[in-house]
């Protein structure tokens, strides 16, 4: 009869197994410390198994390095059979060689870049090699200059250079500026990169100045433009341009239109009048009277008015920064201006 669980479920014979040698031990094991005599037969017993099976792996090693010497004597007396099988061996399994040394990089690749980063510090730091590297410039000036020479000697050369230069000088520019710790020149092992991974953590994490925020913004939009502009294509910028050319030749004509007009003499008297007035308050006069009705006419048509006189206080107000009305010059109020009018001529 058949031992199941009550659940109708299998037992899993490899748990009964393990279930029965265990309590046939703990039943052994209590046999032996009841009875001293059973329990001295037994270490007996053990005593011996250990015996034979060290007698036994004294024998296996024996003959393992009899082997190898007999092998390593027959490399020696024929080291031409020996790089023909390796060459052999190695053409037929392409995908294993490959395979293991793939393997013994990445489990050794921290070492080595330990081993090697101690190397290079004890090159530079050893004088016989520093000399020695000094003589091999020496040696060799005119090979390494022609090298140099030939990687600028075409114009896509000299550009791809002066390019490289730009923008590392450009990333160490912005690196300083945003607090960024200096570049590494080597590669990190699995230490550091977790100590450089904590470092990053904490700079990013902490709280920003204003500064900071605004030159970060800045950074961002720029790179935004950027991204825009590359995007776009040669026939997409050329339409912008066409575009632009024609809302100025436009503008331009719409301009010189209005101070044809009625309106437009008016606004230029009116530029000729401040021009006066500045000169009476002790500043200086427009340096271009006609520039400065051109001026206000584009400020006024682009304002969206019918007329100059809708909008006279508005487009007086909008001169450039470096003309200053000092505090004790009279302020005209635009519910009190009065709007000029065309001289009438005398019969």
């Known amino acids: 009869m058949t031992d199941k669980p009550r659940d109708g479920s299998e037992r899993d014979p490899r748990k009964t197994d393990r279930a029965k040698a265990a309590q046939y031990r703990e039943t052994a094991k209590r046999k032996r410390d009841a009875d001293p005599e059973l329990r001295e037969k037994w270490l007996q017993r053990k005593r011996e198994e250990a015996k034979r099976y060290q007698a036994r792996r004294k024998a296996k090693e024996e003959r393992q390095a009899r082997n190898r010497e007999r092998v390593d ?18 053409e037929e399994n392409r995908d294993k060689v490959r395979a ?10 921290d070492e080595r870049l ?34 140099q020479r030939e990687r600028r000697s075409t114009p896509e050369g000299r550009e791809k250079h002066r390019r490289e230069q730009r923008e590392y000088r450009q ?37 920003r100045t204003q500064q900071e925020l605004i030159r970060l913004e800045k950074e961002g939009a720029a790179i935004r433009v950027s991204r825009i502009k590359a995007e776009r294509t040669d026939e997409q910028i050329h339409a912008d341009i066409a575009a632009t050319v024609r809302e100025n030749d436009d503008a331009r004509r719409r301009v010189d239109v209005f101070l044809r007009s009625s309106s437009g003499r008016r606004l230029q008297e009116e530029v000729r009048m401040d021009s006066v007035a500045r000169q009476m308050r002790g500043l ?64």
Request: overall charge positive; charged content about 35%.
């Open 73 to 90: 004597a027959w490399r020696k007396a024929n080291p031409e059979r020996v790089a023909e099988r390796q060459r052999r061996w190695t």
């Open 100 to 109: 293991h040394q793939l393997d013994y990089y990445y489990r050794h690749h």
């Open 114 to 147: 330990v081993a090697m980063r101690d190397r290079n510090a004890a090159r530079r730091t050893d004088p016989a090699q520093r000399e020695k590297q000094r003589k091999y410039v020496a040696d060799n000036r005119e090979r390494l200059n022609a090298r």
């Open 171 to 207: 990333r160490e520019k912005r690196r300083r500026e945003l607090g960024l710790p200096p570049r590494p020149h080597h590669r990190s092992t699995a230490n550091e990169r977790a100590r450089n991974e904590a470092a990053a953590e904490e700079f990013f994490s902490r709280p």
């Open 284 to 347: 200086a006069p427009y340096p271009d009277l006609t520039g400065e009705a051109r001026r206000r006419a584009s400020l006024a048509l682009a304002s969206g008015s019918n007329g100059w006189h809708e909008d006279i206080d508005s487009i007086r107000g909008q001169r450039p920064h470096t003309m200053r009305v000092p505090l004790q010059a009279p302020r005209f109020r635009a519910s009190t201006r009065q709007t000029p009018t065309a001289p009438v001529r005398q019969l």
